[in-house]
C-alpha cells in the first residue's frame, strides 16, 4: 500500500513537508551542539582562567587577599579605551607641544586611531594561550609571558591603520612605547564596545606613567583566579556570598560556565533568529502534513472500506495505516536530517567564526532530535485525520458517510497541538521564545477559525438579503462563490485557517528580515556625525572648541558629563537582582552618564510631564526607553552617587530620542545649577569628511587624553557580525519558504475534488465558461482576502511580542502589511486555484464529474 501510494503520489506532500522541517530543525540543532562543546571545551582559554572578577573600578583587596589565602593563581587585567600614534622620527613625546592652533597647510603629525589598551599583570593568561609574531606575515606562536616593560603589543589591524613596522615606537598618553610583536590570536578579547577597536597590550606597571587613567575614564578591570576546580569553586562561594550579600555594586563574576558572555550573548541572539525561522518552518510542515493527511483520508475512505467488506478488522486497518505512515516518517526524517547536517555547513560558514576556536564534530543528538522531531510532526498532524479512515464502517460501501468520528479526530488534534507545543519549546532551547511561537500558533488555529466560520456566515446572510441580491445581481459569481463557500463552512474554514498560517509566518519572516534584523540598520543622513570626542576635561573646553571652529567646525557644542550611580526610587533602595530583564539588571548596576541644560535638545521631545527649563531646584527630565525598563515613572524621586556626594531629584518629564541622528543624548537630564559643582568631562560629536582626519590627528597630538571615536568602523564591524546572521536567515529561509509553498498549495488543494465537481456541475446545468470562471474567481478573491487579512494582523501581533520579549526591539505599526497581506492572499489563492482547476473547463462536464 506505501509503494502504491507513493507512485500516485499520495504521499509526496507529506514527506516533502517533513524533510523541510526536519532540515531546519536539525541544521540549527547541529550548529548550536558544535558551538555548545566549543564554547564548553574552551570555556577555560575564553575567559583565560577559571574565574573572573570584573568590576568597573579596582577589584576590592578582600577578593585578591582571599584568593591568594587558598593558594589560588592570580593576574589581573585593565582595559580601556584611548588614543594610539606612531611617535615622531625624532623620539620627541607626541604630548610634548603640539599646537591646537596649527595650520591644515603645516606638515600634519603622525595619524592616531582609538584603540582597545589592555594592560595585563604578570601570570597572564592563567589559561589558554595568547599567540604573537614578529610580523603580520610572519608565523605565529605562544607568547611566553607579557609585554616588557617599555613596549607594545599590537593587532595586525592597528599596524596598518598608523602604517607602523615591529620596532616603531607609538606613544599613548604621556608616553612611547616599542612595538614588540604582533597578537594573532586572543581568545578573552570579547565583544564589547572597546573591543571593537584594535588591541594594545602593555605591562600594568606601564601604565601610571601613560597618565590616562582618572575621572570620567572608562576602565574595565578584572582579577583572573585559576587553580583546582574544588578550591576555585570554595572562592566562588566566597565571592557570591560578597557580591550578592553584601549587594556590591559595579561588581560581576564570571565563571566556566558563563565561558565568554559577549560571545554567548551573540550567538545566543543569533540562535534565537535562527531558532525563530526553524520554528515556523516547523509550524508551516505542521499545516501542510495536516492538510496534506485531510485529502489522504477523504481520497482513501472508499478502498477502506471495502477492506473492512473483504474482513479486514479495525484494528489491523489502524495498524496498516500506522506502519505506513511510519515508514514514510522514518524515511523523510533520516532525508531530512542529511540534508540539515550539509545545510548546517553553510549556517557555519557564516557564524563559526564569531568564537574564533575549531569547533568538535557534532553529536549524534542533533540527529535523534531530528528524527524524532519529524515523527511528533507525523503522528501529531497526520494521524488525528487519519483515525476516521481506520474507523470508517464497511456500510460506507453503499452509504457516503463518514460516521460519528469526527469527533476522535478533533481529541487526537488537540494531542497532537500539545506535543508540537513542546515540540516547539524544545527545539527553542527556552521556554519564552518556545511559548510565544507556539502560543501564537495555537491563537492562530482558535481565532483564525473561528473567525473564517463567522465571516463565511456573515456575508453569505448579507449575499441571500433581499438588498445584498440587489447589490450583486449583476455579478452571479459572487453570489454564488460565498454560498458555496458558506455551504462547505467547515473545509472552507479550514482552507482559510491554513492559508492564513502560512501567510502570517511568511510575513513574519518578512518582519524579521526586515525589522528583527535590519531595523537597527535605518538610513542616516549624509552629514551625520560620525565622529566622537570624549574624555574633554574642564580646561581643555575652551581650546578644543576654539581649534573646531579654526578648521571649520565652528557649531559644534560640548556636553558636560556627570557620572553617577543610581541608589534609590522613591526611597527603595535600587537593587539589581530585583530586575528580571538581564539589560535592566546592567543598567542599574553600573554607572549613569548624567548631564545639564536649560533647554530641551532638538532631536528630543517630551511625551510625558514638562520641561523643566532654567530652574533652580533639582529637577530630572528622563530617556521614555530608560524609564520603562527599570520601572522608572512621573513623580518618583530619584537619588544619585555622584563621586561619593548623593543628589535627590524628582522625575518631572520623560523625553522621546532619536538615536538615529548621532548627536550626543543623554538619558538623564537635569538643570545645570543641580550638577554644575560636581566634577564633570566634556562630550561632542560632529560629522568629519574622511579626507579631512589630519584635523584630528593635531588635535590629539596637543590633547593627548582626548579620546576621537569614529563610529564608521565600530559600526562597520557590528555590521559584518550581524551581517552573518543575517546570511544565515537567509539560507534557512529557503526551507521556509518551500514550506509555505507546501502550505499554500496543500490549504487550495484539499478542496479540490469539491471544486472540480461543482464546476463541472455548473457546466452540466448549462453556466458558460465565463460564469465559471467568474464563480471560481470571487471564490478565490474571498478566500485570499480572509487569509491575508487575518495573516497581516497576526504577523503584526506576534512580532510586536517576540520584538519586545525575546529581541528587545521596538516593532513599529507598519500600515502597509494589510495592504500587502490582504494582496498576497488574494494572490496565492488566485494562482493556486488556477493551477489546480485550469484543465477543468478544458474537458467535457461529464468526464469531470466521473473524475471527481
Not at 574544588?230 to 556570598?241: C, D, K, L, Y
Not at 542616516?524 to 576635561?537: G, H, K
Not at 556636553?559 to 537582582?577: H, S
Request: with cysteine.
Amino acid at each position: 500500500m506505501t509503494a502504491r501510494d507513493w507512485r500516485a503520489g499520495e504521499l509526496s506532500m507529506l514527506a516533502i513537508a517533513l524533510v523541510l522541517a526536519v532540515a531546519a530543525l536539525s541544521s540549527v540543532a547541529f550548529l548550536a551542539d558544535r558551538l555548545q562543546q566549543g564554547l564548553e571545551r574552551d570555556a577555560r582559554r575564553m575567559i583565560a582562567a577559571d574565574f573572573v572578577v570584573r568590576a568597573d573600578h579596582p577589584v576590592d583587596r578582600p577578593f585578591v587577599d582571599e584568593a591568594h589565602s587558598l593558594g589560588l593563581k592570580t593576574a589581573t587585567t585593565t582595559i580601556f579605551p584611548s588614543m594610539v600614534g606612531l611617535a615622531p622620527a625624532n623620539g620627541a613625546q607626541a604630548s610634548a607641544g603640539g599646537d591646537a592652533h596649527a595650520n591644515e597647510s603645516d606638515p600634519p603629525p603622525p595619524a592616531v586611531r582609538l584603540a582597545a589598551v589592555k594592560a595585563v599583570s604578570p601570570g597572564y593568561p592563567l589559561r589558554g594561550a595568547l599567540r604573537i609574531a614578529s610580523a603580520p606575515d610572519a608565523p605565529d606562536r605562544p607568547a611566553n609571558g607579557i609585554p616588557a616593560p617599555g613596549t607594545v603589543w599590537v593587532d595586525a589591524q592597528l599596524l596598518g591603520a598608523l602604517h607602523a613596522h615591529v620596532g616603531d615606537r607609538v606613544v599613548l598618553g604621556q608616553r612611547a612605547f616599542t612595538i614588540a610583536a604582533v597578537i594573532t590570536r586572543e581568545l578573552d578579547r570579547g565583544f564589547s564596545f572597546v573591543n571593537f577597536s584594535p588591541r594594545v597590550m602593555l605591562n600594568v606597571a606601564d601604565v601610571a606613567s601613560t597618565g590616562l587613567l582618572g575621572y570620567g575614564s572608562r576602565v574595565t578591570y578584572r582579577l583572573l583566579v585559576a587553580g583546582p576546580d574544588a578550591t576555585v569553586a570554595r572562592f566562588a562561594g566566597f565571592a557570591h556570598e560578597r557580591v550578592d550579600g553584601g549587594r556590591l555594586r559595579g561588581v560581576a563574576l564570571e565563571s566556566l560556565e558563563d565561558g565568554q558572555p559577549q560571545v554567548r550573548e551573540t550567538l545566543d541572539r543569533a540562535g534565537h533568529f535562527l531558532r525563530l525561522v526553524s520554528l515556523l518552518t516547523a509550524l508551516l510542515a505542521a499545516v501542510a502534513i495536516a492538510m496534506a493527511a485531510h485529502r489522504y483520508t477523504r481520497r482513501h475512505l472508499d478502498s477502506c472500506a471495502v477492506m473492512r467488506c473483504l474482513g479486514l478488522a479495525q484494528g489491523a486497518l489502524r495498524t496498516l495505516v500506522a506502519l505506513e505512515f511510519f515508514i514514510v516518517g522514518l524515511v523523510a526524517g533520516v532525508a531530512g536530517v542529511a540534508l540539515g547536517y550539509a545545510g548546517h555547513f553553510a549556517l557555519l560558514a557564516w557564524l563559526g567564526e564569531l568564537i574564533g576556536v575549531e569547533l568538535p564534530p557534532p553529536s549524534a543528538v542533533p540527529a535523534l532530535e531530528g528524527i524524532a522531531a519529524g515523527l511528533v510532526l507525523l503522528f501529531g498532524f497526520a494521524l488525528p485525520p487519519l483515525l476516521p479512515l481506520t474507523r470508517v464502517p464497511p456500510v460506507r460501501v453503499l452509504r457516503r458517510e463518514w460516521g460519528g468520528e469526527a469527533r476522535i479526530a478533533w481529541y487526537a488534534y488537540a494531542i497532537g497541538i500539545a506535543l508540537f507545543g513542546a515540540l516547539l519549546v524544545l527545539a527553542a532551547g527556552e521556554v519564552k521564545l518556545g511559548g510565544i511561537v507556539a502560543g501564537g500558533f495555537a491563537a492562530g488555529l482558535v481565532v483564525f477559525g473561528g473567525v473564517a466560520r463567522a465571516a463565511l456566515w456573515t456575508t453569505s446572510k448579507i449575499a441571500r438579503s433581499e438588498r445584498g441580491v440587489q447589490r450583486i445581481a449583476a455579478g452571479v459569481g459572487w453570489r454564488y462563490a460565498l454560498a458555496s463557500l458558506e455551504r462547505r463552512g467547515a473545509a472552507s474554514a479550514l482552507q482559510i485557517t491554513a492559508l492564513a498560517i502560512g501567510l502570517m509566518c511568511l510575513l513574519m519572516i518578512a518582519i524579521t528580515r526586515n525589522d528583527l534584523i535590519a531595523g537597527w540598520r535605518k538610513s542616516t543622513p549624509p552629514d551625520a556625525p560620525n565622529e566622537f570626542l570624549i574624555d574633554i576635561q574642564p580646561d581643555e573646553r575652551q581650546a578644543v572648541t576654539d581649534y573646531l571652529a579654526a578648521h571649520g567646525f565652528p557649531g559644534v557644542v560640548l556636553e558636560p558629563m556627570v557620572r553617577g550611580r543610581l541608589l534609590a526610587i522613591d526611597g527603595k533602595p535600587v537593587d539589581p537582582a530585583s530586575y528580571k530583564d538581564e539589560q535592566a539588571r546592567r543598567l542599574v548596576d553600573r554607572e549613569f552618564n548624567l548631564s545639564y541644560r536649560s533647554s530641551l535638545p532638538d532631536d528630543n521631545r517630551i511625551v510625558g510631564g514638562r520641561w523643566y527649563g532654567d530652574t533652580t531646584r533639582p529637577e530630572i527630565s528622563i530617556e521614555e526607553g530608560l524609564a520603562k525598563l527599570v520601572g522608572i515613572k512621573l513623580g518618583d524621586v530619584l537619588r544619585f552617587d555622584v563621586t561619593g556626594l548623593t543628589i535627590d531629584a524628582p522625575v518631572t518629564s520623560v523625553r522621546k530620542l532619536d538615536w538615529g541622528t548621532f548627536n550626543v543624548n543623554f538619558f538623564v537630564l537635569m538643570p545645570p545649577s543641580s550638577l554644575k559643582g560636581f566634577p564633570a568631562t566634556y562630550i561632542t560629536s560632529f560629522h568629519l569628511p574622511p579626507e579631512r582626519r589630519a584635523v584630528l590627528d593635531s588635535l590629539i597630538a596637543a590633547h593627548p587624553n582626548v579620546t576621537a571615536i569614529d563610529v564608521g568602523p565600530i559600526l562597520a564591524q557590528i555590521q559584518h557580525v550581524l551581517e552573518q546572521v543575517i546570511g544565515a536567515v537567509q539560507f534557512l529561509f529557503a526551507f521556509t519558504l518551500g514550506a509555505g509553498v507546501l502550505v499554500l498549495y496543500a490549504a487550495l488543494a484539499g478542496t479540490r475534488d469539491e471544486r472540480m465537481k461543482e464546476s463541472a456541475l455548473l457546466r452540466a446545468l448549462g453556466a458558460s465558461h465565463r460564469q465559471v470562471r467568474a464563480v471560481q474567481a470571487a471564490e478565490f478573491a474571498v478566500v485570499g482576502a480572509l487569509a491575508g487579512l487575518m495573516a497581516a494582523i497576526g504577523a503584526q501581533v506576534l512580532g510586536s511580542v517576540l520584538a519586545t520579549h525575546v529581541f528587545l526591539f521596538y516593532l513599529d505599526f507598519d500600515p502597509w502589511l494589510l495592504p500587502a497581506g490582504i494582496a498576497a492572499g488574494i494572490a496565492c489563492a488566485g494562482v493556486g486555484g488556477w493551477l489546480s482547476l485550469r484543465h477543468v473547463l478544458e474537458r467535457p462536464a461529464g468526464q469531470s464529474l466521473r473524475d471527481a
